[in-house]
C-alpha cells in the first residue's frame, strides 16, 4: 500500500483477526498471491480499498468465496448502547456493541459501503421505543428496514445486546417506509434524571427537559449536566 497509515491499520486488523498476511512490494509480486489488499493495485485478484475496516469487509466477502455478498442483513437491538449483528448470506461476519445511539447511522454507511452487497437489509428488535424510533429515523430516508418483534428473542440470551441482535437479523419483521415520532415516556426521563445524579456523583439532577433533549438525541447526557452545572 502506498498510505502507510493504512497498511499499519489494515495489518492490525488482519492480527486482531488471526490471519497470516505478507507485506509485499508491487504489481508484479501480486500475481503470486489468490487476495491483495490495495489502495493502487486493480487487479482481478486485487481489493481497491483506503480505510482499514472497509478494506477487512471486502476481504471478508472473498473468504466466503465471493466477490461480495448476495444479501447482509444488519440486525440491531436498540438500546443506549445498541447490538448489531451483520449477517452475510446466512453467515455472521460481524458483532459489534455501540457506545451510543448517535453512532448507528455511520457505522451503517461504513458497513453498506464495505461489503457493497446487492441486496441490503436492516432489521431492528421493536424494544425501546424511544432509541428504536431514533434509530429508525436516521436510516429508513436510505435504506430497506424492518421493526422485528423481539418478544422470543431474548429467552436463554447472556449477551442480550448483540446475541439479540443475531436473533433480529435472522427474524423477519415488517416494513417501515417513513419516520416514526419518537416518544418519550416519563418513566425514562427519570431514569436519564437518575443516571445524571450519578454522573455527576451526586451534585446535579438534571431538568425534565433537559433529560428530554438528551433522550431525543439533542444532547449528551454529560452536555446536559455541564448545561444545567452553568445555569446554577
Known sequence: MKDLKLEYLVEKELKDMHRRFEAIGGEQEARNYDVILSDYLNGKNCILCYEAKECIRK???YLYGKKRFEKLVVGI???PKPGIA????????????????????ELIDEIYLG?????FMIRIGDGDITNRNRIINS??????????????????????????????????????????????????LKDIQRKS????DGKITI???LAKKVAL??????????????EK
Open 59 to 61: 476481504l471478508k466477502s
Open 207 to 209: 431538568s425534565r427537559a
Open 217 to 230: 438525541g439533542e444532547l449528551s447526557l454529560k452536555e446536559a449536566i455541564d448545561k444545567a452545572r452553568n
Open 139 to 188: 436510516l429508513v430516508e436510505d435504506y430497506i428496514v424492518e421493526i422485528v418483534n423481539e418478544k422470543n428473542t431474548s429467552e436463554a440470551i447472556t449477551n442480550k445486546d448483540v446475541e439479540s441482535a443475531k436473533v433480529i437479523a435472522f427474524t423477519r419483521g415488517k416494513r417501515v417506509r417513513e419516520k416514526l415520532n419518537i416518544v418519550v415516556k416519563e418513566g425514562y
Open 86 to 105: 451483520v449477517i452475510g448470506d446466512g453467515v455472521v461476519v460481524e458483532e459489534i456493541q455501540l457506545s451510543s445511539v448517535s453512532k448507528v447511522r
Open 197 to 200: 445524579r450519578i454522573e455527576s
Open 115 to 119: 461489503y457493497s452487497p446487492k441486496l
Open 77 to 79: 437491538d436498540p438500546g
